[in-house]
């Protein structure tokens, strides 16, 4: 039950654009369109921003967008804002045996 | 509104065990799978376990199979996890967790277990 890849820092200037991979596969990333990301501050719980690999819930500002392409997901920031620096991780389901993986986490720098 | 309170997590020594609860409210908590997900002290989230809708159906990370046990309570609202031999390796904040589309939407504070002797 390896974790999903993903790189341990991002960073963007204000105003520009960020993505986030998360590297898996094919029995997870690439096998089902269940990859989710989520937002988590210091000491705080996640928040979920996107999930069924592209979708957000109410509430998550357009500005954050997920895709994937085989065995790798992507989550795009775009217009950063100050409040965007946080520790991002992406999650896939991986078959029954091994319902759900967390990636390493991402800490993303607004510049 | 959607709640999730945890309670019960604490300092017990290697070996022993403790039971975490999650008190859910704001949503029909019968009718959602809900899950614990462990993140240990500067490092990444890491799913443990969940639980079908109709306690029917449980599912554990390989690490605490036989060790932990998820249970529910849809009469009063209540998410348990039961940890026995814990180890030091377990030390983390502890959190439940609603499930929906294969994913986590609603997150409890969590709650600190630390194995040390």
């Known amino acids: 039950q390896s974790a999903l890849t993903q790189p341990p820092s991002a960073s963007g200037s204000l105003g520009q654009s960020v993505t986030i991979s998360c590297t898996g596969t094919s029995s997870d990333v690439g096998g089902y369109n269940y990859v989710s990301w989520y937002q988590q501050y210091p000491g705080k719980a996640p928040k979920l921003m996107i999930y069924e690999v592209s979708k957000r819930p109410s509430g998550v500002p357009d500005r954050f967008s997920g895709s994937k392409s085989g065995n790798t997901a992507s989550l795009t920031v775009s217009g950063l804002q100050a409040d965007d620096e946080a520790d991002y991780y992406c999650s896939s389901y991986g078959g029954t045996n091994n319902p759900y993986i967390f990636g390493t986490g991402t800490e993303v720098t607004v510049l | 509104e959607v709640q999730l309170v945890e309670s019960g997590g604490g300092l017990v020594q290697p070996g022993e065990s403790l039971r975490l609860s999650c008190a859910a409210s704001g949503f029909t908590f019968r009718s959602y799978w809900m899950s614990w997900v462990r993140q240990a002290p500067g490092k990444g989230l890491e799913w443990v376990a969940n639980?079908?809708?109709?306690?029917?159906?449980?599912h554990y990370v390989d690490s605490v199979k036989g060790r932990f046990t998820i249970s529910r309570d849809n009469a009063d609202n209540l998410l348990y996890l039961q940890m026995y031999s814990l180890r030091a390796e377990d030390t983390a904040v502890y959190y439940c967790?609603?499930?929906?589309?294969?994913?986590?939407?609603?997150w409890g504070q969590g709650a600190l277990v630390t194995v040390s002797s």
């Open positions: 639980i079908k809708d109709d306690g029917s159906a449980k």
């Open positions: 967790a609603r499930e929906a589309s294969v994913s986590w939407d609603y």
